[in-house]
């Protein structure tokens, strides 16, 4: 079964310092990992995925997260937080024989303190 | 823009009266899901339509049905919701085209709030 840790509920950050939210995950074969956002009462915006090829993968909004096979992580990173990506961030992984099933952490909510 | 569209946003109805939630997209994917989310959980699959196939997950309750009367529509209807029903209701699609190793985003609509008095 696959399966994604989001260690932390809340991350806070000052704006303008560098943001991560941690996730590591579990999963058969080779991992399919994704990142989403959502703000209140919106739906889930697709941030960025990792698939194969460079473990550093850049993504919408000057997002970018960074997979490492041996630590099992794909932790999300942005080098200077604004107030406006205060939200909740959902990890999620599909294993390479799923079936176009997603599991989703429990998420992060991010507060950037102006 | 192509985009996933939810109908309504908010929708109050009272215990026990069915209730339908509406989903449509432009982006011409075959893969249409409904998600439940409670208070800033992880979204629960409920269930998805591959083409015209439907897929049911195990742990969802028979309350909770699903109509796809085309490609770009899907519905869900709940049949005698509770109070243990409300909450936020995500629909998503993706393409899925068969290709062995084959990944596809799934692109969410805005979400439509379920309250239940």
């Known amino acids: 079964a696959q399966s994604v840790a989001q260690p932390e509920d809340q991350v806070n950050v000052a704006e303008g310092n560098p943001l991560t939210v941690k996730c590591t995950y579990s999963v058969s074969g080779n991992p399919y990992l994704f990142w989403y956002v959502q703000y209140p009462n919106r739906g889930l915006q697709f941030l960025l995925k990792y698939i194969t090829g460079d473990n550093l993968v850049k993504g919408s909004y000057g997002f970018e997260a960074e997979f490492n096979k041996s630590q099992t992580s794909f932790h999300l990173k942005k080098p200077s937080a604004l107030v406006s990506d205060s939200a909740l961030y959902f990890c999620a992984v599909r294993g390479h024989y799923g079936n176009n099933r997603l599991a989703f952490g429990k998420g992060n909510q991010v507060v950037v303190i102006p | ?117």
């Open chain 2, 1 to 117: 823009d192509a985009m996933v569209i939810q109908n309504p946003r908010y929708q109050v109805t009272q215990f026990g009266k069915p209730v339908t939630l509406s989903c449509s997209q432009t982006l011409n994917h075959n893969v249409m899901y409904w998600y439940q989310q409670k208070s800033s959980q992880a979204p629960k699959l409920l269930f998805h339509y591959y083409d015209k196939d439907f897929n049911n997950e195990a742990d969802t309750p028979d309350n909770f049905q699903s109509r796809r009367p085309n490609t770009s529509f899907c519905f869900l209807d709940i049949r005698s919701p509770g109070l243990g029903d409300a909450a936020m209701y995500l629909c998503a699609t993706s393409r899925v085209q068969g290709g062995a190793g084959e990944v596809n985003t799934q692109y969410f609509g805005p979400g439509t709030r379920l309250t239940v008095l």
